[in-house]
């Protein structure tokens, strides 16, 4: 039987690509979609790639008429999903994509975001590593034969209700470093990352900041010196991978590409570790995951390679007179990013195969 699914903020970018990804689903059937301002309108008229879905009319965004669901996915601002899903009922897997339920301390919500706190749901990020008990080491990790058993976050998704996708960003700069991080090869009092990203990642908002002659050919750095809200959430999850102090410098810039993130992310090495050391770590950890994918030695990735894909795929290289690794990472911040995270980790919930329903592979050219 299928299962029956309502998408809110169906109008928005977010929600359109969890529209489009869900519609080539097997075992979800879209009946609900909602939106705030353009309730009463065709689904079609906000979304027309949308073709498959062009029998379904966008309705009033509230609890009445998400109920009787049993998946219900957010795709709504910052701040918009809390008050909605404490109407929910407890049997009803909630998959949120915003910020409201990703911060498990209250003190950095207000710090960042600021409002009303609602407390922190399973993390949607499967690939999520956990501490390694051991080795904890470079010497020790050179000993190592397979890692890939160590925890992750999949076991907690499989047991839960309630689902927190991860920002964006968070997730490119988390696939890229969070082997070392594991591994106990980096210091994580002194990493960086600058990322390049698409103005989609903001949202359908009008603002002159977007505008197509604003950012056609022009780049420009934006939430400079710690304000980005997706830092503390960066610090939450290289924790969790077994870091002490997260200390990160994290500068995004905007450039003139639909969609998409290329995070570069940099770390000072651990005494004692070796380029063979990183690219053991790195393989290890990445080995059988079907969307993380890490690319020959001496190949980076490009944006263009993950576009409308469900896959991040991620470089290393060593810089022997810096003494820092280097961490490319790409993936496309709607689908990797948002939509096809959040489906991935629906299916675990829900008990179907992780990968069902969800691509690889992206669009060329």
């Avoid at 190592?144 to 976050?153: A, E, F, P, S």
Wanted: glycine letters at 10%; one cysteine or more; aromatic letters at 6%.
């Amino acid at each position: 039987m299928p299962v029956s699914v309502a998408v809110a903020g169906a109008s928005g970018y977010a929600g359109g690509e969890l529209l489009r990804v869900l519609a080539a689903h097997p075992e979800f059937d879209v009946r609900t979609v909602t939106a705030f301002s353009n309730a009463g309108q065709p689904l079609i008229a906000t979304q027309p790639h949308l073709r498959s879905l062009a029998h379904l009319t966008l309705v009033e965004t509230t609890a009445a008429n998400l109920r009787g669901h049993d998946v219900v996915f957010l795709a709504l601002p910052h701040g918009h999903s809390g008050a909605i899903t404490a109407e929910l009922d407890d049997d009803t897997l909630v998959v949120d994509c915003g910020a409201d339920h990703r911060l498990t301390d209250p003190a950095a919500w207000d710090a960042f975001y600021g409002g009303e706190y609602h407390g922190a749901w399973t993390y949607g990020l499967p690939e999520l590593l956990h501490a390694a008990p051991a080795p904890g080491t470079a010497e020790e990790w050179r000993d190592v034969d397979d890692i890939t058993g160590l925890g992750r976050q999949r076991t907690e998704l499989a047991a839960t209700k309630r689902i927190a996708v991860p920002g964006c960003n968070v997730t490119a700069v988390t696939l890229g470093i969070q082997p070392g991080v594991q591994a106990g090869l980096v210091e994580t009092d002194d990493l960086v990352a600058v990322l390049s990203v698409g103005p989609s990642g903001a949202g359908k908002k009008l603002a002159t900041t977007y505008l197509a002659s604003e950012i056609m050919g022009s780049a420009s750095a934006y939430a400079v010196g710690g304000t980005h809200r997706h830092i503390p959430e960066i610090q939450q999850n290289l924790v969790a991978a077994g870091a002490g102090d997260v200390r990160i410098s994290f500068t995004p810039v905007l450039v003139p590409m639909a969609r998409g993130i290329l995070a570069t992310t940099t770390a000072r090495l651990s005494p004692g570790v070796s380029a063979r050391d990183v690219r053991l770590a790195w393989e290890q950890v990445y080995a059988d995951e079907p969307f993380v994918h890490l690319l020959p030695e001496g190949a980076f990735p490009r944006t263009a390679d993950t576009v409308g894909a469900n896959t991040a795929l991620v470089g290393i290289a060593v810089d022997e007179a810096a003494g820092r690794v280097v961490a490319v990472s790409a993936l496309d911040n709607l689908a990797k990013g948002t939509a096809g995270a959040a489906v991935q980790s629906a299916n675990i919930a829900l008990g179907f195969p992780e990968t069902l329903g969800l691509s690889v592979d992206g669009v060329a050219p």
